[in-house]
């Protein structure tokens, strides 16, 4: 199946370079129906840097006032889908002096010298509907002050890559790059004149997909926070687009807004992060904030999991526990072996979080940050909770999750509403051993109480637990539960290490304990977000030990110090800039 996968993905992409070619060939004359309004405004901070020639695009750092984007993308075609999307354009507005207008119209019409003949990169749909819903938004910002053969020039290529997007969004398979390409041709469709009749089919495509792409409860397939976030805006703007032109918002369109936007706040920690799990960050600073005003719904997320995860929240913190089985298939190309892993966050500053997603630092980084280790959560030596699949490839190589946990459960506790009571089945096969993990958060957030147990659930399970151990010489099991902690936190383990104690950068305390059932280290880890230049080192609080019997019990707490106020005026700001100077 992964091979038949592959050489399908390949045939597609390349009749997207036939249809490009083609399109860019047509000879096509549009304007705008109605002068445009941007829609969306990036960061003044990030624009400033880009007219410095300070690039930053996933991890990549380039200081060269003599450079343009497109050499960027040109010399590193592993960012080059992201510089192709012009997000950098939306930056650029938020200055909206005239050396940004300039440097703007500049890289657009440098595009259009380099790629819009369409023989080269940059024409892969999903890319062609974000560059459309970007340019045309700012369609004012990139016209103003250009002479009529520059405005003539940007229109034409505006309705040549309508045109190819047209003709290949149908054959994208479902997923959130069809979302893309969808939004895209209704965008163009809508705002360009004579290009109506590629918006109407694009509606009713759109329309299905919400119905079928997105659950009941407002999840997607990859349980990709990040990703359900990106969905949302590109809704949002689908939306704003067909109210802005007269035209009726869909049912299916509308009903998908309103289950989405609970979800992504059942998802979002006390400081507006969103929770990093299956390949998705935290998300650009305001962006979720923005995207749920734009969404105009104020619905608060019901009770039971959302998307597969489950939340406790006290006082002013926040837990967010991975309480179900991972993606599969083609779903799971960015998916991680997470299950049961939980972050934390006290007000404005995380504390226990997940490793991150390493696709912005290379396969290796992005192989190691999918396995168990790599989350905070138990994990047996060796062993993840679900397994890469090397033979299962999706468009790209990516590897897909296999042999993932049968059975998952993760519900709160019947007599209280502060206790979640969790379990995987995902090391059963291997050696007999289902996890157990129950988390009670106090109703005033500062205390979080743990329990981790491997256990055997019948004669079947015992007999592979004894099979096991026969292999280990009657050593043991071996496993650890990892606490991985941000880098802002301060972490102090004391001489008998029986207590870690940890600092957060508000000056907030909180102490680490256990039942003393397991050896409890600090030792390293790492953060990963994009954005980053290089993974950024942090540390990590091991429990470890070695099953012996059918049950191993493991008890732990992590309380706010007493002398720790419930608030604190936290008026320190963290420059995510600071990390990549």
């Not at 060939?25 to 300070?54: C, H, K, N, W």
């Not at 405005?151 to 505006?158: D, E, G, K, P, W």
């Not at 507006?272 to 650009?284: I, K, V, W």
């Given at each position: 199946m992964g091979i038949m996968q592959t050489w399908r993905a390949r045939g597609i992409r390349f009749m997207h370079r036939v249809h490009a070619r083609r399109a860019a060939?047509?000879?096509?004359?549009?304007?705008?129906?109605?002068?445009?309004?941007?829609?969306?405004?990036?960061?003044?901070?990030?624009?400033?840097?880009?007219?410095?020639?300070?690039?930053?695009?996933?991890?990549?750092?380039?200081?060269?006032?003599?450079?343009?984007?497109?050499?960027?993308?040109?010399?590193?075609?592993?960012?080059?889908?992201?510089?192709?999307?012009?997000?950098?354009l939306e930056d650029l507005a938020a200055v909206g002096d005239e050396a940004a207008r300039n440097t703007a119209q500049t890289w657009a019409n440098q595009?259009?010298?380099?790629?819009?003949?369409?023989?080269?990169?940059?024409?892969?749909?999903?890319?062609?509907?974000?560059?459309?819903?970007?340019?045309?938004?700012?369609?004012?910002?990139?016209?103003?002050?250009?002479?009529?053969?520059?405005?003539?020039?940007?229109?034409?290529?505006?309705?040549?890559q309508s045109l190819f997007l047209s003709r290949r969004w149908s054959v994208m398979p479902a997923?959130?790059?069809?979302?893309?390409?969808?939004?895209?041709?209704?965008?163009?469709?809508?705002?360009?004149?004579?290009?109506?009749?590629?918006?109407?089919?694009?509606?009713?495509?759109?329309?299905?997909?919400?119905?079928?792409?997105?659950?009941?409860?407002?999840?997607i397939a990859p349980r990709n926070p990040e990703a359900l976030l990106d969905l949302l805006t590109l809704l949002n703007w689908t939306t704003h687009t067909l109210r802005q032109t007269g035209q009726p918002v869909p049912t299916s369109l509308h009903r998908a807004v309103e289950r989405v936007a609970p979800t992504l706040r059942a998802l979002r920690h006390a400081d507006?992060?969103?929770?990093?799990?299956?390949?998705?960050?935290?998300?650009?600073?305001?962006?979720?904030?923005?995207?749920?005003?734009?969404?105009?719904?104020?619905?608060?997320?019901?009770?039971?999991?959302?998307?597969?995860?489950?939340?406790?929240?006290?006082?002013?913190?926040?837990?967010?526990?991975?309480?179900?089985?991972p993606p599969t298939g083609p779903a799971s190309a960015n998916a991680h072996a997470s299950t049961l892993a939980f972050e934390l966050t006290s007000g404005r500053r995380p504390l226990i979080v997940n490793c991150g997603s390493g696709i912005r630092f290379g396969p290796e980084w992005?192989?190691?940050?999918?396995?168990?280790?790599?989350?905070?959560?138990?994990?047996?030596?060796?062993?993840?909770?679900?397994?890469?699949?090397?033979?299962?490839?999706?468009?790209?190589?990516?590897?897909?999750?296999?042999?993932?946990?049968?059975?998952?459960?993760?519900?709160?506790?019947?007599?209280?509403?502060?206790?979640?009571?969790?379990?995987?089945?995902?090391?059963?096969?291997?050696?007999?051993?289902?996890?157990?993990?129950?988390?009670?958060?106090?109703?005033?957030?500062?205390?979080?109480?743990?329990?981790?147990?491997?256990?055997?659930?019948?004669?079947a399970d015992n007999a592979l637990f004894d099979k096991a151990m026969a292999g280990t010489d009657g050593k043991g099991i071996a496993w650890a539960v990892r606490f991985h902690l941000h880098p802002d936190v301060r972490a102090a383990i004391d001489d008998a290490a029986a207590t870690v104690q940890l600092t957060l950068i508000s000056g907030e305390t909180w102490v680490f304990r256990q039942d003393g059932a397991a050896k409890m280290d600090l030792t390293q880890s790492v953060y990963l977000e994009n954005g980053q230049l290089t993974p950024t080192k942090t540390q990590q609080v091991v429990l470890s030990g070695r099953s012996l019997a059918y049950a191993t019990r493991v008890r732990w707490s992590l309380a706010k110090a007493q002398d720790t106020p419930d608030v604190l005026r936290d008026l320190v700001q963290a420059d995510p800039m600071d990390r990549i100077k």
């Open positions: 060939r047509a000879d096509l004359t549009t304007r705008f129906v109605s002068p445009p309004e941007p829609y969306m405004i990036g960061s003044v901070q990030r624009g400033q840097q880009l007219l410095r020639g300070d690039f930053l695009f996933s991890g990549l750092r380039i200081e060269n006032p003599a450079l343009s984007v497109w050499d960027i993308a040109d010399s590193h075609p592993d960012i080059a889908d992201e510089i192709h999307s012009c997000g950098w595009w259009i010298d380099r790629y819009g003949d369409g023989r080269r990169q940059g024409w892969l749909p999903e890319l062609v509907g974000r560059r459309l819903i970007r340019w045309i938004s700012h369609g004012e910002f990139l016209l103003r002050g250009q002479d009529r053969v520059r405005r003539n020039r940007l229109l034409t290529s505006l309705a040549q997923g959130l790059p069809r979302f893309a390409a969808l939004a895209g041709t209704i965008h163009a469709g809508l705002s360009l004149d004579g290009l109506a009749p590629i918006a109407r089919t694009a509606v009713q495509a759109l329309t299905l997909d919400c119905d079928n792409q997105i659950d009941r409860d407002g999840g507006g992060g969103l929770a990093r799990f299956h390949g998705g960050g935290r998300g650009m600073e305001g962006r979720l904030d923005l995207a749920l005003a734009a969404s105009g719904v104020k619905d608060l997320p019901g009770p039971g999991l959302h998307m597969g995860f489950a939340r406790l929240g006290g006082g002013r913190t926040t837990l967010i526990v991975d309480a179900a089985a992005q192989r190691a940050s999918r396995a168990t280790p790599s989350h905070s959560t138990l994990a047996l030596t060796g062993v993840s909770s679900s397994q890469l699949a090397p033979t299962q490839r999706g468009q790209m190589g990516q590897e897909w999750l296999c042999k993932t946990p049968t059975l998952v459960r993760g519900a709160l506790a019947r007599k209280s509403n502060r206790t979640l009571e969790l379990s995987h089945n995902g090391y059963q096969p291997h050696n007999g051993l289902t996890h157990a993990r129950i988390l009670t958060l106090s109703a005033d957030g500062r205390i979080l109480e743990g329990e981790d147990l491997l256990t055997t659930l019948n004669d």
